[in-house]
């Protein structure tokens, strides 16, 4: 990222609700914004150049001063220590060896005199070191010019040379001399140049050290600096995509964001707001007039709203209003928002708008349902009771208090079932029946009430583990059965006595006769009452359809949650357990009903020209994914085009049903085959998986009305078991058949053959 990246100002960078909160404060800052970012590295750079020239030049200065203070006073220090070996020899003293120099030295010179490296030294006339104060004793009988290079303008003219910068033993030195007596005997001051500017090279030390310490820290926050504006620019692309999100997720929930600044009036709306009520999307505030005439006029009345949210006699909202769709028509949202305070100053009405129009909606219908529900229940004859999985009473019919000798005080809904069990009249006679259900999921009573009347009582359990009960009278069918049975003993009597009594043979034969038209009678009337049976059925599984399609519809809703949580992670079980229960109700109320229309003889074919390849493709597409999801392969062979006269929907329907089942009883990994083929005067399907098998004992009776095979794999599969009676009895409905051939733990093979009618065609695949 470049320079003029991170210093560009982004002009977008604040959309939505943040722009709309923010933009007060930020937009002073926004105009200088651009140039204070390009100025700060500037001035940092320019700021280090100054200080760097300002202390390089105080230093050169600071070098210059500290030789020249070194210098006068060494020319100093000579001048006084010549002065004091004549003032010594004015008064009589006159030095001659080293020592006495060394004592007028001690005494005339002050401590400094020795102090940062300088040395006195005293020579005689041949120009040997006869004395010192301070200084490298080692030189101490030298030859002061032999060993001080280029000195013979010192020696030869005393203080009058100066201060001269000369080499001693090699190194360089500052040097002032001063010629005593008449001869060529000198004081000289000396002091290297190292120790000259020892001070000024300790300050000039620290001052780098700090230079670069100010310059470090200068360049490590101009680099924190780029990386907050990286950050910054970074976290505003975070939350660009973050409003995106939060707008999608708004608009998927039918949801809308609502802002309101009570002390401007004016009104924020997110996009999805705009959407619900059908106007196009604006990134501006709305006024209060705008926005008042959307609302109905009866529900809310803003100016009202604002003043009391003002004076703080509310802090929240939460109605359900109506506001006009850009259509025109109105649209019910629930206003929920909170009153809070702005950091700038100021209060906020802010909060969410959800459409609840659907919801308005699907509650009128599922009242409407749920009344036609009861109203169907109380029109049947038989008697009704459901209970919950905590056995209480959720929903009964007259005619179940009537059978039981109940009233309507004690069939309260919520009461517990042995509450009622107390109250129930005793029945003259209960007997449970054999029932075919392996799992004991279903109970089945004859009862006789104390009216003499008798009642069949089929009880089921729920997926959701509650239990239906349903009385059917049958009365008049116990009374044919004994009338029957009586009508056997008659007829058996009958053959004995003609056995016996051969000369009345005649008489016992007509006798036999009019026993023989009662039996048939009697017959008739049972098969009539099977029949009113099976009607019964089909009836009660029409009605059931209408409500268990709002109760899905309604737990897809909620688990969805597209109004909002549901408050408990148990709701969101409880409404899955609802869903899962309500389709797989109405699947088995489904099957009941197709079932009951083909043993009522109600089913009509509607035959036409079928192509059997889509047909058969689209069957197994529908089924696909569940194959998908379990790894399994399924393999299609239609050795060729074929079309044939029947009836759509029952061929789809037999298709679905067989690789249903393939589907559900072959393991994960297994495969499935799909083949047809043409006979000489038949078509035949044939559906081959490899799934768990049928036991033979069990293959007479597998195809009847729910009928279901329980072995190990099978038994984790519920289903009514009439899938493959109906795909059955619909093959035969077209003059066909249908076989099953399995081997358990192998797989099973299911066959249904249609015949060909004199105006289907078989067309041969182009090779």
């Not at 210093?7 to 651009?34: C, N, Q, W, Y």
């Amino acid at each position: 990222m470049s320079f003029a990246d991170l210093t560009r100002f982004d002009a977008d960078g604040m959309e939505g609700h943040a722009k709309f909160l923010a933009e007060p404060v930020a937009s002073p800052i926004s105009v200088l914004e651009p140039y204070l970012k390009r100025s700060i590295p500037i001035l940092i750079m320019i700021f280090l150049c100054g200080l760097f020239f300002v202390r390089g030049t105080t230093l050169l200065a600071d070098r210059q001063i500290a030789g020249e203070q070194g210098r006068m006073f060494a020319s100093l220090l000579a001048s006084s220590a010549k002065s004091a070996v004549d003032n010594a020899r004015d008064n009589g003293f006159a030095p001659v060896s080293g020592p006495d120099f060394e004592q007028i030295l001690v005494r005339v010179l002050p401590p400094e005199a020795t102090h940062e490296g300088r040395f006195v030294v005293v020579t005689g006339e041949d120009g040997e070191i006869i004395g010192m104060r301070g200084g490298d004793q080692s030189l101490f009988g030298k030859n002061l010019p032999a060993i001080l290079s280029q000195s013979q303008a010192l020696f030869l003219f005393g203080q009058d040379a100066g201060v001269q910068e000369l080499l001693l033993n090699g190194t360089p030195h500052i040097v002032s001399a001063t010629k005593i007596g008449g001869g060529s005997s000198v004081i000289a001051v000396m002091q290297s140049e190292a120790d000259l500017y020892a001070a000024w090279q300790r300050r000039c030390a620290l001052t780098v050290t700090v230079f670069a310490l100010t310059s470090s820290i200068l360049i490590i926050l101009l680099y924190a600096y780029f990386a907050q504006i990286a950050r910054s620019r970074s976290a505003g692309k975070v939350y660009r995509e973050t409003l995106k999100r939060v707008e999608m997720a708004l608009a998927r929930g039918h949801c809308g964001l609502w802002d309101w600044d009570l002390a401007h009036g004016r009104i924020f709306w997110s996009r999805s707001m705009f959407e619900m009520l059908g106007y196009e999307p604006i990134d501006d505030v709305l006024s209060f007039g705008e926005i008042s005439p959307m609302v109905h006029s009866e529900d809310m009345d803003l100016f009202e709203l604002a003043q009391r949210a003002a004076a703080h006699e509310i802090t929240a909202v939460d109605e359900i209003i109506r506001m006009r769709h850009a259509e025109g028509h109105f649209v019910r949202l629930r206003i929920r928002t909170k009153l809070v305070e702005h950091p700038s100053g100021g209060n906020h009405l802010i909060g969410i708008a959800v459409d609840v129009t659907e919801n308005h909606r699907l509650a009128e219908q599922s009242e409407i349902a749920s009344q036609n529900l009861k109203a169907a229940i109380e029109s049947t004859s038989e008697s009704f009771s459901l209970w919950d999985d905590d056995d209480k009473l959720v929903l009964c019919n007259k005619k179940f208090a009537e059978y039981n000798g109940l009233s309507d005080e004690a069939l309260i809904p919520g009461t517990p079932r042995s509450q009622i069990t107390k109250l129930i009249r005793e029945p003259l006679i209960e007997r449970r029946l054999v029932s075919d259900d392996e799992l004991g999921t279903s109970k089945t009573y004859e009862r006789q009430i104390a009216d003499g009347r008798w009642l069949q009582v089929n009880e089921r359990q729920t997926q959701a583990g509650g239990m239906i009960s349903v009385g059917t009278d049958i009365t008049q069918l116990k009374l044919q059965e004994e009338r029957l049975q009586e009508s056997k003993k008659c007829l058996i009597s009958s053959v004995e006595q003609v056995t016996i009594e051969r000369t009345k043979s005649q008489l016992k034969a007509m006798e036999l006769s009019e026993l023989n038209k009662k039996y048939l009678k009697a017959k008739e009337v049972a098969e009539a009452a099977y029949l009113a049976k099976t009607e019964f059925l089909a009836n009660v599984s029409h009605e059931l359809r209408t409500p268990l399609n709002a109760i899905i519809g309604f737990s897809d809703i909620m688990q969805s949650k597209m109004f909002g949580p549901l408050g408990s992670d148990r709701y969101d079980e409880y409404a899955k357990d609802i869903n899962k229960s309500g389709s797989f109700l109405l699947g088995v109320i489904n099957d009941i009903l197709e079932m009951s229309k083909i043993e009522a003889g109600r089913v009509v074919l509607e035959k036409e020209d079928i192509e059997l390849r889509p047909l058969i493709e689209e069957s197994v597409q529908m089924l696909s994914l569940q194959a998908e999801q379990k790894n399994i392969h399924v393999e299609q062979n239609i050795s060729c085009d074929m079309s044939i006269l029947a009836d759509r929907r029952a061929m789809k329907q037999i298709l679905i049903n067989l690789v249903s089942n393939a589907v559900k009883f072959t393991e994960e990994g297994g495969r499935i085959k799909v083949r047809c083929k043409a006979l000489s005067n038949a078509l035949q399907i044939t559906i081959e998986d490899t799934g768990c098998g049928i036991p033979k004992a069990a293959l007479k009776r597998i195809a009847k009305p729910f009928e279901q095979v329980q072995n190990q794999f099978s038994k984790n599969h519920t289903g009514s078991g009439l899938g493959l009676a109906i795909s059955k009895s619909l093959a035969q409905l077209h003059g066909g058949s249908m076989k099953i051939r399995s081997v358990e733990g192998k797989g099973t093979i299911v066959s249904v053959r249609i015949p060909i009618e004199h105006d289907a065609t078989i067309k041969e695949a182009a090779e």
